[in-house]
């Protein structure tokens, strides 16, 4: 199993890279060999647990996939590819205990592949990202957007979680307090939850908290996050930098929109949608109207194509839309399973 699913990453890897997809005549057989397999072995040495592993592994990364394939962050064949690994890896092969030393999760371990995917592309995104919001921002423009009202509170709000688990004596408090004055924040105000969670970090000095010690942590605090307000603000200049706007009678089937496109009352909505707000949208159980297209990793049909150029010769909708280019995923998964498989779960070891 190890083998193969090395193998079809290694096929898939090279698909991608020279066609840009992933067919399923490669991730659909890989899928139904890894259940097969799995579901043979576990018969032949009685080993249940290998069959509960298969469907928990096969299970969340279905539903992680499908939550990446809904915000457009995944295509379908990168989700294919993580669903052939978990049929064929749900669990960390034992073999290669005898030359690795693993750091393991308590999820399963293709949701570590998964995971490692996303942090060996880290640092190449973000270092590119960067580099082209050097090149269209100052230094000045830079920190100004890093440094503001926002970064603030959040500082405090860091500080209050911080100052919890020193009142209450346990880790457990933090992410509570956090999501508190985040909540706090969005029914009242920002500036409500801010003197909330300021009270909360002064009530800590009480506690046994040291002022060296509480200047530490605000300084470490306001240090990261300056460095992830820089890093999103670069992610997001990248992101329109991998946007280019098209006629609509000029589209192809499988060109990528980076906009959404919904009839609402008689009325067209042009809506360009973060991630964070797909995932609350895709939560969400507010109807947004009838969708003609969305910003779906798998890409433009022929009949959204068709009902795009309709909508265009009717003179409802404007002869033009956005469109992002798609970056091959498959390598950066191939990196993740080689990660995961010498040293385990990366946040683990970390």
Not at 56 to 73: D, E, K, P
Not at 93 to 99: I, N, S
Not at 274 to 294: F, P, Q, Y
Not at 302 to 313: M, T, Y
Request: hydrophobic share 55%; proline share 3%.
């Amino acid at each position: 199993m190890l083998l193969i699913a090395i193998t079809g990453s290694i096929a898939a890897c090279y698909t991608d890279l020279r066609r840009g997809i992933v067919p399923n005549r490669l991730s659909f057989p890989l899928f139904a060999a890894g259940i097969a397999g799995n579901l043979l072995q576990a018969a032949l040495h009685g080993d249940l647990k290998l069959i509960a592993d298969l469907l928990i592994s096969v299970g969340a990364t279905f539903a992680l996939g499908y939550l990446l394939w809904l915000t457009g962050v995944l295509a379908g064949g990168d989700v294919k590819v993580f669903l052939f690994i978990s049929a064929l890896l749900p669990r960390y092969p034992e073999a290669l205990r005898d030359y690795f030393t693993p750091a393991t999760a308590w999820y399963p371990f293709p949701v570590s592949v998964m995971l490692n995917s996303f942090i060996a592309a880290f640092p190449a995104v973000l270092g590119y990202a960067i580099l082209v919001g050097a090149r269209r921002m100052s230094a000045r423009r830079v920190l100004e957007s890093a440094i503001n009202r926002r970064t603030l509170s959040g500082v405090v709000f860091l500080l209050a979680a911080f100052s919890a688990t020193r009142i209450a004596g346990t880790a457990y408090a933090a992410p509570a307090v956090l999501v508190f004055l985040i909540w706090l924040g969005r029914t009242s105000s920002s500036v409500t939850a801010t003197i909330a969670g300021g009270a909360i970090a002064l009530s800590g000095l009480t506690a046994g908290v040291s002022v060296s010690e509480l200047v530490r942590y605000i300084v470490i605090a306001a240090g990261m996050l300056v460095l992830i307000s820089i890093a999103w603000h670069s992610l997001s200049e990248l992101r329109l930098q991998l946007r280019r706007e098209v006629r609509i009678t000029e589209l192809q089937e499988g060109m990528i929109p980076a906009e959404e496109i919904y009839i609402r009352e008689g009325k067209i909505i042009r809506k360009d949608a973060g991630i964070l707000e797909k995932i609350m949208n895709a939560l969400s159980v507010r109807e947004e109207g009838a969708a003609v297209i969305s910003t779906g990793a798998g890409g433009l049909s022929s009949d959204q194509i068709s009902e795009l150029k309709k909508l265009v010769i009717e003179g409802r909708l404007e002869d033009r839309l956005l469109i992002r280019r798609r970056m091959p995923f498959a390598p950066v998964m191939l990196a993740g399973l080689v990660l995961a498989l010498t040293a385990g779960d990366v946040l683990v070891r970390l």
